[in-house]
């Protein structure tokens, strides 16, 4: 049983509303568009939900098209509404609405009152096919869902709420919500609390058969507040099926978008916890077989390197993925065969064409870190001068007047940072033959290289550079359509409401290209957003990724396997993903060394212990929020007393310092965390903001992205070692005081460390780095700066030479650094914070890692290892951890 709705004049149909003759779009239009048209699809917003600003099908522009095109009816105010037909008692509606416009699909129901009573009343109701029926109504502020016997279930959204609201009051329409019994009585049996339970339903919409005032107006209506209708999966005996949402073409077979097998009802939600994800994508990984079947394709004349085996094999998929053609193995767009032979279907969607759909365009690769894949695109851009060429010559005759877009040969390269442009430009100087124009566009004098843009094979910039541009009118870099462009880094874009993702998308190219080692970081919609970048129709709408991929993954175990599937499928076709194991890298030799603490540094390290726990119990107004922060600190400061020892003061934890807080927390998060810059409004890892946050003085809660700190030294040049504040506090009048420009944090940390003291740690340290000192090159890693100027301390005093990366080296000294230690033979170690060393480092001269402490995050101090052993790599990398036996670090 469903709520009827009565009549009511506030919805009114008029008997000289003109209407329009349903026309039919012939010939191509249908083959054009008929990927992007699957019947009644749903528009879900950044977090999986209905609603939002997204576009499916290019809706908005139809709509507009419709607005602007259409003629306009303003009825009279003397109208007079339309006789409903003489039909006795309750067949009259139900003989007028057999019209079911489509189904909004999953909108979620916030479950109230007592979940046993909702549990019994479930069981104790065979529904339909699983299907229960909830009346509907409004209350005073949401609209409410009831039992057949009108006790109350739970509350729509209040988002569809407000979208239905005013279909309630309007006599020839009609509402029916429909749930899943088994779903429902899943969610609230495993739900814990009140929140937990929130369920999803189906709301079909129906309407009389001819009137098309009213179809148009419900349509009108939903799609003005972002909802779309698709095909239901439950419709009532004898109505028929009309999507107002859905165009009709002449020459497309509208049936054949059938997804009713490919959406199933309601189901309660299957939690995926981060190690089974990362698990089902490993296994997913290791089936891929793309890498199998490729041919050795040698580079180009101008590159001088010789490619290896993976590199050339890599370079034949890029080329297959440009220029085709693609094996058919690997094309979505499949033939059909029998009756069906002169149609296409796409393998994911199940969409029909008759249109031979073009795949090519770029693609996504995804080698794991180490393996080249910067000389891989280097390879595919010499490879593809003449493509190139071809590509710009239809336009080399019109006009500046004539042409919408200018193009370009080059190849725009965009990476996160102004290191990554150095490591590229390095790169560039060892494989190429110096034949290539390379324009690096980057820094605050890049306005006078506009004009030359064009000219380049290749521009390296960063996406800081790209969004500052992009925010401002002028947009020199989206005013060129590009042969080609590379995202470095790419996952950096996975998050689809940043400007980063809105500036990277808007750019014209002919091709389009993702670089990662992590295509899939925290989540599956990680890669999606790779794949609208690239524009692999359909999925260039991230909503059709999230039908296909996302939202059956978390449905059931049933759904999640075709979610696998479909996941398999796009990464087979649109992305080449190879293990170092290709390699044949030498493995790295591990080693733990556990060591005691003297006599001194043990009792300070038991007084430290017993004055901590006694100052946390005793302190007033404790809650558990604050006592478990207390306990936070209690073992950062015993993690740190391990690596300083007697150096460190024995009250030190009574002036906490806020550097070693900010440091441990850092790396605690790890390379995923983020936080917004405060100056460009983009997000940051907070590794990226190590240096941001050690620049700025404590008292200052600002955060600076490396290219805004940059951009205020070089408006700071020649101030030498003179104190620095805060550039945004400078701007508003604000004194807060900073640390010298260029200057270590250790050089004025106002005695952190005592002067004399003993550190086991670092003695053990010095002792296995005289070893070998001359034969190896070493990387010294630790997550404290305070640590690094305690080791400076011991190798200064044993005249050992030393380099040093924090984050506090401006990008330009730390270039130097790296450049003299991996080409200076007299530079044979290099200490540096662990967070650092995380990200965009190239370090295989180094065959020697020592890790001071171990971290609570490993991804972290695995990523600062890794910048050793990959590609190049000849030897067995050592790694050494020191850690002290019956301390914190062996609980940690």
């Known amino acids: 049983m469903m709520l009827r709705m009565l009549p009511s004049p506030a919805f009114?149909?008029?008997?000289?509303?003109?209407?329009?003759?349903?026309?039919?779009?012939?010939?191509?239009?249908?083959?054009?568009?008929?990927?992007?048209?699957?019947?009644?699809?749903?528009?879900?917003?950044d977090n999986g939900n209905k609603g939002s600003d997204a576009t499916f099908a290019n809706i908005e522009d139809i709509e507009l098209w419709a607005e602007q095109s259409l003629p306009v009816y303003d009825p009279p105010s003397d109208t007079v509404p339309l006789p409903l037909p003489a039909l006795p008692g309750d067949q009259r509606l139900d003989a007028v609405l057999q019209q079911c416009y489509g189904m909004i699909y999953r909108a979620s129901v916030k479950v109230v009152g007592n979940m046993a009573d909702v549990d019994m009343k479930l069981k104790t109701t065979n529904g339909s096919n699983d299907c229960y029926a909830f009346n509907i109504c409004k209350s005073l502020t949401q609209i409410?869902?009831?039992?057949?016997?009108?006790?109350?279930?739970?509350?729509?959204?209040?988002?569809?709420?407000?979208?239905?609201?005013?279909?309630?009051?309007?006599?020839?329409?009609?509402?029916?919500?429909?749930?899943?019994?088994?779903?429902?009585?899943?969610?609230?049996?495993?739900?814990?609390?009140?929140?937990?339970?929130?369920?999803?339903?189906?709301?079909?919409?129906?309407?009389?058969?001819?009137?098309?005032?009213?179809?148009?107006?419900?349509?009108?209506?939903?799609?003005?507040?972002?909802?779309?209708?698709?095909?239901?999966?439950?419709?009532?005996?004898?109505?028929?099926?009309?999507?107002?949402?859905?165009?009709?073409?002449?020459?497309?077979?509208?049936?054949?978008?059938?997804?009713?097998?490919?959406?199933?009802?309601?189901?309660?939600?299957?939690?995926?916890?981060?190690?089974?994800?990362?698990?089902?994508?490993d296994n997913v990984y290791a089936s891929l077989t793309r890498g199998s079947k490729l041919n050795r394709m040698e580079g180009d004349s101008r590159v001088e390197t010789k490619l290896l085996p993976h590199q050339q094999e890599a370079l034949d998929f890029m080329v297959q993925r440009e220029v085709g053609p693609i094996p058919l193995e690997f094309c979505l767009w499949k033939p059909m065969e029998g009756d069906n032979k002169d149609w296409y279907i796409h393998a994911v969607t199940g969409a029909k064409s008759r249109l031979h759909h073009v795949e090519t365009g770029g693609g996504i690769l995804a080698d794991e870190m180490g393996m080249g894949k910067t000389l891989s695109i280097l390879a595919l851009i010499t490879k593809t001068f003449d493509s190139a060429d071809k590509w710009v010559a239809p336009l080399d005759i019109l006009s500046d007047n004539q042409r919408e877009q200018r193009r370009s040969r080059a190849t725009l390269v965009i990476v996160p940072s102004a290191v990554l442009i150095n490591e590229w430009l390095n790169e560039i100087d060892i494989h190429l033959n110096g034949s290539l124009k390379i324009l690096k566009y980057h820094g605050a004098r890049r306005k006078e290289l506009e004009p030359t843009l064009e000219k380049a094979d290749i521009v390296l910039t960063t996406y800081h550079t790209l969004v500052v541009d992009y925010d401002k009118r002028l947009k020199p870099l989206h005013r060129i359509e590009w042969f080609r462009v590379v995202l470095d880094e790419a996952h950096i874009i996975r998050r689809h409401a940043t400007?980063?993702?809105?500036?990277?998308?808007?750019?014209?190219?002919?091709?389009?290209?993702?670089?990662?080692?992590?295509?899939?970081?925290?989540?599956l919609e990680d890669f999606g957003a790779l794949i609208a970048f690239i524009r692999a129709s359909p999925f260039h709408n991230l909503a059709m990724f999230r039908r296909f991929v996302t939202t059956p993954f978390d449905e059931s175990e049933e759904r999640r396997a075709v979610a696998t599937r479909n996941l398999t499928l796009l990464l087979e076709s649109l992305c080449l993903r190879r293990g170092r194991d290709l390699l044949h890298l030498p493995d790295p030799k591990e080693r733990v060394i556990l060591l005691d603490f003297s006599k001194a540094e043990r009792d300070l390290y038991k007084d430290t212990v017993d004055k901590m726990d006694r100052a946390l119990r005793h302190k007033p107004g404790e809650t558990r929020s604050t006592r478990m922060f207390g306990l936070f600190q209690i073992q950062l400061q015993l993690r740190i007393l391990c690596n300083h020892g007697t150096y460190q003061h024995p009250l030190s934890w009574k002036r906490q310092s806020l550097l070693d807080e900010r440091e441990a927390q850092l790396c605690q998060v790890g390379i995923d965390r983020e936080v917004v810059c405060s100056v460009c409004c983009q997000p940051i890892s907070l590794l990226n903001a190590n240096r941001a946050y050690q620049r700025v003085g404590g008292n200052c809660a600002h955060v600076l992205c490396s290219d805004c700190l940059e951009e205020s030294e070089e408006l700071n040049e020649g101030v030498g070692d003179e104190v620095m504040s805060c550039p945004l506090?400078?701007?508003?009048?604000?004194?807060?005081?900073?640390?010298?420009?260029?200057?270590?944090?250790?050089?004025?940390?106002?005695?952190?460390?005592?002067?004399?003291?003993?550190?086991?740690?670092?003695?053990?340290?010095?002792?296995?780095?005289?070893?070998?000192?001359?034969?190896?090159?070493?990387?010294?890693?630790?997550?404290?700066?305070?640590?690094?100027?305690?080791?400076?301390?011991?190798?200064?005093?044993?005249?050992?030479?030393?380099?040093?990366?924090?984050?506090?080296?401006?990008?330009?000294?730390?270039q130097k650094v790296l450049d003299?230690?991996?080409?200076?033979?007299?530079?044979?170690?290099?200490?540096?914070?662990?967070?650092?060393?995380?990200?965009?480092?190239?370090?295989?001269?180094?065959?020697?890692?020592?890790?001071?402490?171990?971290?609570?995050?490993?991804?972290?101090?695995?990523?600062?290892?890794?910048?050793a052993i990959r590609m190049k790599q000849k030897e067995h990398v050592l790694v050494t951890r020191y850690m002290i036996r019956g301390t914190v670090e062996q609980v940690s």
């Open 12 to 45: 009114t149909l008029y008997s000289d509303t003109p209407v329009l003759t349903d026309r039919s779009w012939d010939g191509w239009w249908g083959d054009l568009l008929c990927p992007e048209l699957p019947s009644g699809d749903p528009l879900l917003d």
């Open 144 to 281: 409410v869902l009831k039992f057949q016997d009108n006790v109350e279930f739970g509350y729509l959204n209040t988002h569809i709420s407000k979208v239905l609201e005013p279909l309630l009051t309007k006599p020839l329409v009609q509402l029916e919500v429909l749930g899943s019994q088994s779903a429902i009585l899943e969610v609230i049996g495993r739900a814990t609390k009140a929140a937990d339970a929130i369920v999803r339903v189906n709301i079909n919409i129906y309407g009389p058969q001819d009137v098309a005032d009213v179809r148009k107006e419900v349509a009108r209506h939903l799609s003005d507040q972002k909802i779309y209708l698709q095909r239901p999966d439950s419709p009532k005996l004898g109505s028929v099926y009309d999507n107002p949402h859905v165009l009709k073409f002449s020459d497309i077979d509208i049936s054949s978008f059938d997804f009713k097998a490919k959406v199933a009802p309601p189901r309660a939600e299957v939690s995926t916890d981060p190690k089974k994800l990362q698990k089902i994508v």
């Open 499 to 523: 400007t980063f993702n809105r500036a990277t998308s808007e750019l014209k190219a002919g091709n389009r290209w993702c670089l990662t080692g992590t295509p899939i970081q925290n989540k």
């Open 729 to 814: 506090c400078a701007l508003s009048g604000a004194h807060v005081p900073g640390s010298r420009l260029g200057a270590r944090t250790g050089d004025h940390d106002d005695g952190y460390l005592r002067p004399e003291g003993h550190s086991s740690k670092i003695e053990a340290l010095v002792s296995d780095i005289k070893e070998d000192l001359w034969k190896s090159k070493s990387i010294v890693f630790s997550c404290w700066t305070h640590t690094l100027n305690l080791i400076e301390r011991y190798f200064e005093k044993e005249s050992i030479p030393y380099l040093r990366v924090d984050g506090d080296c401006p990008t330009v000294r730390r």
């Open 820 to 867: 003299d230690f991996s080409n200076k033979p007299e530079n044979p170690i290099l200490i540096m914070t662990t967070g650092t060393g995380a990200f965009g480092l190239n370090l295989t001269s180094a065959n020697r890692v020592f890790i001071i402490e171990p971290q609570w995050n490993p991804s972290v101090e695995n990523q600062a290892i890794s910048r």
